[in-house]
């Protein structure tokens, strides 16, 4: 059975008309409204003393007086709504610099008869028709009052259209720039955190290789040990490694981590440092950038003195919106600024900016404080 394609009802030119026109006059923001009132009241503001004069000499009539001062006002806002139509129309009806000559036109013609319309009807015509009959003059017609509106409508709305067009054209383009300069960041953080991830599966090889020397001579006295700290070091290899593919972390891998690379270390040393782990259960699958905390705790086993601390603690809290990774480090001396503390104030301030911080303190029983305070959502700041 064939479908039969009924014709759709389309509405009539003019309709469409006044819908595009009565959406976009609905849509003006409020700001845009004031600066166009503004505008029109300095726009009245000006043609104050000479009005003023004029229902001086002719006497002082409510109706034509309030009336001619908002003529102005009026025209401000015909005008204005002409230029709106031309900013939110479409190029491929027309190009801008045609639809906004169109609108200047168009609105000059709509502004200038309602002003002559008004004139007549308020008794404004009259009163300047009094004052030509005084000085001797004789009336203007009507069709030269209109035409002679019309050009100045032209004149001072093509002024006004220029200034509005250089506004927009700044706005526009501050909106453009902010706009690339919010992708160049986001594609900066993205190249970063791929480095991160890239970092994070390349074993050190300083660590990796003193570990093979250690347990090739560990061998020699102890086949069994040493076959245990090969495990524990094949065990590091595959939680680091598989860091290459993702483009984040979390808590829980990030102590994972933490804890394969350091049985190598214990394995090898004696039992130091004991590592004790505690995290607030929703802080354990937050998200979490790597190469934030592991090199913190490399740090404090490469201690320039060459002492390994006796334990390391990591506490992870949730406080005020953030993240707080507190890493107890039972050695002092853990605070001086070096190469490595530099980095990780880099990579958190290229990954969140002012929302993150890394600080140091020693207390006085000996040991050294690291503490990280990053957004807790793990959401980049906006910059």
Not at 254 to 267: G, I
Not at 295 to 317: E, K, M, T, W, Y
Request: charged fraction near 20%.
């Amino acid at each position: 059975m064939n479908a039969v394609t009924l014709p759709t009802r389309t509405s009539p030119p003019w309709r469409q008309a006044l819908t595009f026109a009565w959406s976009t006059w609905t849509a003006i923001p409020r700001r845009r409204w004031s600066w166009v009132l503004a505008v029109g009241l300095v726009v009245t503001l000006i043609g104050v003393p000479q009005r003023v004069d004029l229902l001086q000499k002719v006497g002082w009539q409510p109706l034509p007086a309030i009336v001619d001062l908002l003529l102005p006002l009026l025209a401000s806002l015909i005008m204005f709504l002409g230029w709106s139509l031309a900013d939110a129309g479409s190029d491929s009806w027309r190009s801008r610099r045609t639809r906004l000559v169109f609108a200047l036109l168009a609105s000059a013609a709509v502004a200038s008869l309602a002003a002559v319309w008004l004139w007549y009807q308020s008794g404004v015509a009259d009163l300047w028709a009094q004052l030509a009959a005084e000085r001797g003059k004789a009336p203007k017609s009507p069709a030269l009052m209109l035409l002679a509106d019309f050009i100045n409508m032209v004149v001072v709305g093509g002024m006004i259209y220029a200034v509005a067009e250089v506004l927009c054209q700044r706005a526009r383009t501050q909106r453009d720039f902010e706009a690339m300069r919010r992708q160049q960041v986001t594609l900066e953080r993205q190249v970063l955190e791929s480095r991160l991830s890239a970092m994070q599966a390349q074993v050190e090889p300083r660590f990796l290789f003193d570990t093979l020397v250690d347990i090739e001579a560990l061998y020699a006295r102890d086949p069994q040990r040493a076959a245990g700290n090969l495990d524990r070091l094949i065990a590091y290899l595959r939680a680091a490694l598989p860091r290459l593919r993702d483009t984040g972390s979390t808590i829980d891998a990030e102590f994972d981590l933490v804890r394969a690379y350091l049985e190598v270390v214990t394995a090898v040393h004696g039992g130091r440092p004991r590592l004790t782990v505690t995290a607030a259960e929703p802080c354990r699958q937050a998200r979490f950038y790597p190469m934030l905390l592991l090199p913190l705790v490399q740090r404090a086993v490469r201690h320039p003195s060459g002492r390994l601390p006796d334990s390391v603690s990591i506490d992870v809290r949730r406080e005020a919106g953030d993240t707080v990774v507190a890493l107890r480090v039972a050695l002092g001396g853990g605070c001086a600024d070096d190469p490595e503390l530099a980095r990780v104030r880099e990579r958190l301030d290229g990954l969140y900016g002012p929302a993150a911080r890394l600080d140091c303190a020693e207390d006085a029983g000996g040991s050294t404080l690291l503490t990280l305070r990053v957004p807790a959502d793990g959401a980049t700041a906006p910059r």
